[in-house]
Nanobody, 125 residues
Framework: QVQIVESGGGLVQPGGSLRLSCTAS????????IGWFRQAPGKERVAVSC???????????SYADSVKGRFTIVRDDAMGTVYLQMNSLNPEDTGVYHC???????????????WGRGTQVTVSS
């Protein structure tokens, strides 16, 4: 059974940083495209970032325009972990951040069959 778990969320002041982690059981994240999504109350779920597999694809990363230059998605294949480094945070970044994956190697093909329950990020002064 595939289980996705996120961690690293919390309360931070504007301009601060957080590093979110995504791990999985029953699934090897190294082989598949991994996405991060943000869900805020009353708003659409937004695709924040995605990274393709290094082993089966080109390992490239993509970002929503709103986070380019501030967020970085990184793989640690040895640890089977994907991180989202979030810098220069602002209140609009607030929400529950979900990690998701599926059977596709590249982000463009990913159907996101498996989702974590999310970790709360709150940016407030």
């Amino acid at each position: 059974q595939v289980q996705i778990v996120e961690s690293g969320g919390g309360l931070v002041q504007p301009g601060g940083s957080l590093r979110l982690s995504c791990t999985a059981s029953g699934f090897n994240l190294d082989y598949y495209a991994i996405g991060w999504f943000r869900q805020a109350p009353g708003k659409e779920r937004v695709a924040v970032s995605c990274i393709s597999s290094n082993d089966q694809s080109d390992g490239t990363a993509s970002y929503a325009d709103s986070v380019k230059g501030r967020f970085t998605i990184v793989r640690d294949d040895a640890m089977g972990t994907v991180y989202l480094q979030m810098n220069s945070l602002n209140p609009e970044d607030t929400g529950v951040y979900h990690c998701a994956t599926g059977w596709a190697y590249a982000c463009r093909d990913q159907a996101y069959d498996f989702w974590g329950r999310g970790t709360q990020v709150t940016v407030s002064s």
